[in-house]
């Protein structure tokens, strides 16, 4: 990220402050975390020499519940990134209606340059050394960049290791074979779907038909792409981190991703019209919906004037710039925010969580029937706020998160 991520969050929570109308105090208290915990990692690689890798897990505040938010693997992990990411998933976790607080992990390493027994005694060795304050009633990590079901499995058999039983709430995003939940992998990308076809209908846009242009083509992108696909709205374009294609009929989202797996990229792929550039594709003039779903800041001052699509769906996390907001905004262009259009993985995280401490397992339709329920009235309640404050999307939805926050800490006796 170009801009300081902490910076950026302490923005958005004034914003939301001040139109709520709320006073410094209010500001001052949630605009630092509750917990920051430091952590070193000493772990044997197979060289035989121990390395010693920095961790963290920042509990920015449990207002409305227990803690929740993913653990990051990367090399440029810092402590502030790691503290914006679990402020926003304090509001990410409001504004869903989910009965949690927000907190985030995180590990400076590159796991690429790791070996699997290396990783897992990092995971094992990282879970054991923020046990104190993590617990299916306290705190409960996630995947984030460069974690998954396999990272999360270590830390669910590390965590019950150390209590002497098995505790699945712990963690969530698991196999499913090991207390996962259905509908966990197509969880973001069918949120994201929902949200496109709430702000196509508010917009007077018919979503049979709608035409749609995607950038990304992992997880997000591709199940986004599906379940736009299979209720009527057409694929035009898709890329990835080479590049993308069109086609002006609509491309077939799971003729693509068979592409993409034989050949590692969506680039050359043969029923295509033509070739374009991610740049083109964020700026393609026929297109009614684009989802950025692959990394952050895309959409900037540099090329917001030229976006034509009339809605973004932040299928990623802080695809569009503050500046190109305001861009965007004046230009009539709805956003529909991250906070919002991605939360389906962690509603979903938390139907897991639900099933865990219950000890059942629901099948692939409920689960994905109990999202959009819960995608549709978070969405609703948004829009309710939007109409009432007059602002973009995005601060009514920060408002509307920062509100039930406020809320709750006011009952608890807390302001
Ligand atoms: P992924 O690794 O599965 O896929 C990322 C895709 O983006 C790949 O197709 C890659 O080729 C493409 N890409 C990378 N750099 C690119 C570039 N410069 N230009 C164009 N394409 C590029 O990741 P994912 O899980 O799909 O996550 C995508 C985004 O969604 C991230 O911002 C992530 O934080 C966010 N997100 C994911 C989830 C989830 O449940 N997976 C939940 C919330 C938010």
Redesign the pocket.
């Known amino acids: 990220m170009s801009v300081n991520p902490y910076e950026m969050a302490v923005k958005q929570l004034k914003k939301a402050i001040d139109v709520l109308g709320y006073d410094e105090t209010v500001f001052n208290v949630l605009k630092v975390p509750q917990r920051v915990l430091e952590v070193s990692i000493p772990v044997r690689m197979d060289n035989g020499k121990v390395k010693v890798f920095i961790g963290y897990r920042v509990q920015h505040n449990n207002a409305l519940g227990p803690y929740k938010g993913g653990v990051r693997y990367h090399p440029e992990v810092t402590k502030d990134e790691v503290v914006a990411l679990a402020m926003w998933m304090t509001w990410k976790c409001s504004v869903a209606g989910l009965p949690y607080g927000g907190a985030k992990g995180g590990v400076k390493v590159d796991p690429r340059k790791l070996s699997m027994r290396e990783l897992e005694e990092l995971s094992r060795g990282y879970i054991r050394a923020i046990a104190p304050i993590i617990g299916p009633y306290k705190d409960i990590p996630a995947p ?2 460069y974690t998954n079901p396999q990272v999360m499995a270590w830390y669910m058999d590390e965590y019950g290791k150390l209590k002497g039983y098995n505790v699945p709430g712990v963690v969530t995003a698991k196999p499913v074979e090991l207390w996962g939940s259905y509908g966990r992998k197509e ?2 990308g069918y949120g994201v779907a929902i949200a496109a076809k709430t702000a196509s209908r508010k917009y007077g846009i018919p979503f049979e038909g709608a035409r749609v242009a995607v ?7 591709y199940y986004s792409a599906l379940f736009m696909h299979q209720w009527g709205a057409k694929i035009v374009a898709i ?4 590049g993308g294609i069109y086609h002006p009929q609509g491309l077939d989202p799971v003729k693509v991703k068979s592409f993409k797996n034989r050949t590692g990229t969506v680039v050359g792929y043969t029923d295509a019209k033509k070739g374009i550039t ?1 740049e083109q594709l964020l700026t393609l003039e026929d297109i009614d919906i684009l989802v950025p ?4 800041n ?1 959409i900037t001052v540099e090329n917001a004037d030229k976006v034509h699509a009339k809605i973004i769906v932040e ?3 802080g695809p569009v710039t503050p500046e190109a907001d305001e861009i965007l905004f004046k230009k009539g262009v709805v956003v529909v925010p ?1 906070i919002i259009a ?1 939360a389906g ?1 962690v509603i979903v995280s938390y139907y897991e969580w639900v099933q865990n401490l219950q000890g059942i397992q629901w099948d692939l339709n409920k689960v994905l029937k109990m999202l959009e329920d819960k995608m549709v009235s978070a969405l609703d309640k948004i829009y309710r706020k939007y109409y009432s404050l007059g602002t973009d999307l995005r601060t009514a939805a920060h408002a509307l998160a920062v509100e039930r926050v406020v809320n709750a800490m006011k009952l608890r006796g807390w302001l």
């Open positions: 984030d960049v969880a973001t950038q990304g083509y992992g997880n997000v992108g890329s990835d981190s080479k991610n779903a692959a990394i952050e895309v299928g990623a996390n991250d991605n993985g």
